[in-house]
């Protein structure tokens, strides 16, 4: 009777331990699982982190980049954004397209840049006439060389001093003795307060002693129809449209006014240095910044593409045909450091003389 008994007592503790399962882990061996899954799943997602950051990099451009102009269609700064997108869309398999917002001395640029996602897709033409603007607008609240990031610099232009064909002078050294013999008599035009052809007019005045009034216009073409048709005197013209102005007879020019030598387009217009008047230096620059949360892979991949585009000789013969200088080997960390000694150098020019918008 007691045999059964422990034999039925037997086989319930064996049922009972099917029914509860296998033996409970320890807390350490429970631990050790849990720390195993969690390193799992840290180098899961570490490789997958480290696959998206290789798929954006190599990735850049993935859709179109849209690339703001703060001046018209047609304008110098236009027209050599535009030979850039076209070899960059060549270059990359992807869309590079100007969108041109002009006006108040490029602030309404700058504030649709700030209102596009910082990913990489938007960036904005930054010229010389730009980084000034802060100082002529009260309201364009903007440091150039701190608020934005810099993708690199392509070109150079440069001023030509150029007169009406009914102005009876041939050279600099006439230009400035005629205004001097009648003051306040003749003008200048420009495309608006804060431009080029104003910094450089106001520049020649301080500089030579001159008196000329200015004229600006809302768009420089107007400005140059009057300067043809003898309305206005004398301009300040970046290369890239006096090269074809002169060219046509439309205009006369007297001088490069801002480079040691003669430009490839003028080879018969001497330097402002050629006939005595040093140091005039009025050239102005363009290239590309993104705002200042940019992923850096992003910034890099235009900087690279830029450079890639720049060194290619159809690139830099269709720039040089529009009157630019091409830049070679641009950096990120060159264009910031030009960015900051212009701004400097063209608020103070400002300040001299008293330019201001409001």
């Known amino acids: 009777m007691r045999k059964t008994t422990c034999r039925a007592r037997g086989g319930l503790r064996k049922s009972r331990q099917r029914l509860a399962g296998p033996p409970r882990k320890t807390t350490v061996q429970a631990k050790e699982t849990s720390m195993t899954f969690t390193f799992g799943k840290l180098a899961l997602a570490a490789t997958l982190g480290l696959a998206a950051i290789g798929a954006q990099a190599e990735t850049w451009p993935a859709r179109p980049v849209r690339i703001i102009v703060p001046y018209n269609a047609g304008t110098p700064p236009d027209i050599s954004s535009r030979i850039i997108a076209q070899k960059l869309t060549v270059k990359l398999g992807q869309t590079f397209y100007v969108d ?20 990489g897709y938007t960036a904005m033409t930054l010229l010389t006439p730009v980084v000034v603007g802060p100082a002529l607008l009260s309201s364009f609240k903007k440091d150039f060389a701190r608020d934005y990031a810099p993708v690199g610099q392509y070109d150079w232009t440069y001023s030509v001093l150029v007169v009406s064909p009914s102005l009876p002078v041939h050279d600099v050294k006439g230009l400035i003795e005629l205004l001097r013999a009648k003051p306040d008599t003749y003008s200048f035009p420009s495309g608006g307060y804060g431009t080029p052809a104003h910094l450089a007019g106001e520049l020649f005045k301080q500089r030579y002693g001159v ?56 080879p018969d217009v001497p330097t402002m240095e050629e006939q005595g008047f040093k140091g005039f230096d009025v050239r102005n620059w363009d290239g590309f910044v993104m705002r200042k949360e940019t992923p850096k892979d992003a910034v890099a991949g235009f900087t690279r593409a830029l450079n890639q585009i720049l060194a290619d000789p159809e690139t830099r013969k269709a720039l040089a045909d529009a009157g630019a200088d091409p830049v070679a080997n641009t950096t990120a960390e060159q264009f910031g450091a030009l960015i900051a000694s212009e701004q400097a150098r063209l608020t103070d020019l400002v300040r001299q003389t008293a330019i201001k918008i409001d």
């Open 100 to 119: 041109n917002k002009p006006g108040a001395s490029g602030s309404l640029a700058a504030g649709d840049l700030d209102r596009y996602p910082a990913d």
């Open 211 to 266: 008196t000329a009034t200015h004229v600006p216009y809302n768009q420089f073409t107007a400005g140059l129809a009057d300067l043809v048709a003898g309305r206005v005197n004398f301009m300040f013209l970046t290369s890239t449209v006096a090269t074809a102005q002169v060219q046509g007879g439309k205009v006369k020019a007297l001088a490069i006014a801002s480079r040691d030598s003669r430009l490839p387009g003028l």
